[in-house]
């Protein structure tokens, strides 16, 4: 199914595309902040993200990854992204989100997350959904139980290049 495009009260979630290279290298890929408990590194350059976002193209059709850029109605910025992606040991989907630093703490995360999971519960017909937050990372914590997730275990994740630990947290929702 080609991701579809969602509405919230402020936001709109838009499959991203090469053309929001420059953008989203601005917001948020080269910032050390946003990337600290992110599975992705930061992007040293504007070319790391073109080569993310390549794939996001490639992705746009896939029934195992769904992911948005968060497009702010009242100006228009691309301000984070985020989505579903199918885990196959767990045989469902995990949730992820990141959002440029400037509108963390705004309820932005929790307003994109719960459009991207009434999407997966009612479009992917999926009754249960995971995700996890480094355990630092506790402003994730507190959107992951916002949005109703219960705390299963502790446990571990590493960044996609498998050069960064993190001991985290991992939840689990049933809808």
């Not at 509108?103 to 017909?125: D, M, Q, R, V």
């Not at 402003?139 to 630990?165: H, N, P, Q």
Request: glycine share 6%; proline share 1%; with cysteine.
């Amino acid at each position: 199914m080609m991701t579809p495009v969602l509405v919230t009260e402020r936001l709109i979630l838009k499959p991203l595309k090469i053309s929001d290279a420059c953008e989203i290298y601005n917001n948020w890929t080269s910032d050390a902040d946003v990337a600290k408990f992110m599975r992705w590194n930061v992007h040293q350059s504007i070319n790391d993200t073109i080569d993310w976002l390549k794939s996001e193209e490639e992705n746009i059709y896939s029934d195992n990854i769904y992911n948005w850029g968060f497009l702010l109605k009242s100006t228009n910025d691309l301000i984070g992204s985020g989505g579903l992606i199918y885990n196959k040991d767990k045989s469902m989907f995990e949730l992820g989100y990141n959002l440029m630093k400037m509108h963390w703490g705004l309820g932005f995360a929790t307003e994109a997350s719960s459009a991207i999971l009434e999407f997966g519960k009612y479009n992917l017909k999926q009754k249960e959904f995971f995700c996890c937050h480094a355990k630092e990372n506790i402003a994730s914590e507190k959107v992951i139980k916002k949005l109703g997730f219960i705390y299963t275990k502790d446990c571990e994740y590493y960044s996609w290049d498998r050069l960064k630990r993190f001991d985290c947290k991992e939840y689990c929702l049933k809808v």
